[in-house]
């Protein structure tokens, strides 16, 4: 445990900072549940889906490439079915949701677990910046497409960050959502990690507008040492390395919060929330803004209509265009 888990101790819900996902489904039966995860195969992700399939539930797993669904599948071992969806690629989100939806498959929770942070250098996806892409369009096209599968108690977890609180001052730039009128790798992160929460909060009010009892909440994992850090550089990754056993979580207890909203008895009244520590925690005002929510949803919807008609996805490295399909 480490010195910020001594610190805080455990919330309300009877769990906390140093909880482990093994801990949250202690006891409990999972067999009877689907659950679709992003980013299966590297970090808390792979920790997640772990702990799914020992408590027998089934998972979809899904990661960029067919090998590397099945390479995690079979770390884990269990109850796995490997799917391929690279969310910076809009064809094969769309294949991954056909495939899904062909198969009939009914998802009790989805997981938008897969991330990408801090890239140094300005990167966009059909003129999206692509931490926005991944992070965030990637899994609304994902998520939207895959409504109908969703059972009628069915929960999407967004997996956001307490970055979220690094977004620009307004929230989102609905003015450079290109990232080309002003670009820094940390702001970008915050943003998406920002609409990854926004997300939630408006899919949580739709569907309390519907007849289900479907839910949507986001949360924030705690500061983990995993492959996310990969585009940090030297000093900033050593100085997470040394700082470790004083505010970083382990990988298990990175995991806990995630698999508390997708699966806890206790979470599944919640709806809308920000959470973390597997406690209900308090996100930017920003955060809280349901009309910035709306407005993210519809500007959203918009790149999904502007994908749809070129039906191609655009990849762009600081300013050098390459078409990828
Ligand atoms: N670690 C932390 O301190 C921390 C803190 C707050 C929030 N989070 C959030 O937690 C989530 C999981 O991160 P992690 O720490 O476990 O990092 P990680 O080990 O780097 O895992 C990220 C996962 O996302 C996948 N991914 C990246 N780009 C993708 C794409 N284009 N399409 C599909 N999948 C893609 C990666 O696949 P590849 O292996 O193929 O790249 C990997 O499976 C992220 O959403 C992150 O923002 C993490």
Redesign the pocket.
Same mark, same amino acid.
């Given at each position: 445990m480490s010195l910020t888990g001594l610190v805080k101790g455990t919330g309300p819900s009877g769990f906390g900072w140093s909880t482990t996902a093994e801990q949250v489904v202690d006891g409990l039966d999972l067999s009877d549940r689907t659950i679709l995860l992003?980013?299966?195969?590297? %970090?808390?992700?792979l920790e997640t889906m772990r702990v799914l399939v020992a408590r027998g539930a089934t998972v979809l797993a899904?990661?960029? !490439?067919r090998e590397?669904a099945i390479a995690a599948g079979e770390e884990v071992g269990g109850d796995t079915i490997p799917v391929v969806?690279?969310?910076?690629?809009p064809e094969s989100i769309r294949r991954c949701v056909e495939d899904i939806q062909e198969k009939d498959h009914r998802i009790d929770a989805l997981i938008a677990?897969?991330?990408?942070?801090a890239l140094p250098k300005l990167e966009t996806i059909c003129g999206v910046e692509k931490q926005l892409f991944?992070?965030h369009v %990637?899994h609304f096209l994902l998520i939207t497409g895959l409504l109908e599968q969703l059972t009628d108690d069915g929960r999407v977890v967004m997996? !956001?960050?307490?970055?979220h609180k690094a977004a620009p001052r307004e929230g989102i730039e609905f003015d450079n959502l290109s990232g080309e009128k002003r670009y820094g790798g940390w702001r970008a992160y915050g943003q998406s990690?920002l609409a990854n929460l926004l997300f939630a909060r408006e899919l949580g009010r739709r569907f309390e507008e519907g007849d289900s009892n479907r839910k949507a909440n986001a949360i924030?994992?705690?500061?983990?040492?995993?492959?996310?850090?990969?585009h940090m550089n030297v000093l900033a990754r050593g100085a997470w390395t040394v700082m470790g056993p004083l505010f970083l979580k382990s990988i298990p207890e990175?995991a806990a919060t995630q698999v508390w909203a997708a699966v806890h008895p206790d979470t599944a009244d919640y709806n809308g929330e920000y959470m973390a520590d597997c406690n209900i925690a308090k996100s930017s005002a920003e955060g809280a803004d349901s009309e910035l929510a709306e407005k993210l949803w519809q500007e959203t919807e918009k790149i999904v209509e502007s994908l749809d008609a070129t039906g191609s996805s655009h990849v762009a490295v600081q300013g050098t265009a390459k078409s990828a399909s």
């Open positions: 992003t980013g299966c195969n590297s %970090g808390i992700g899904a990661a960029r !490439s590397k969806c690279d969310l910076a690629e677990n897969a991330g990408i942070m991944v992070n %990637g997996v !956001s960050s307490g970055a990690k924030h994992p705690g500061p983990i040492d995993t492959n996310l850090t990969r990175g």
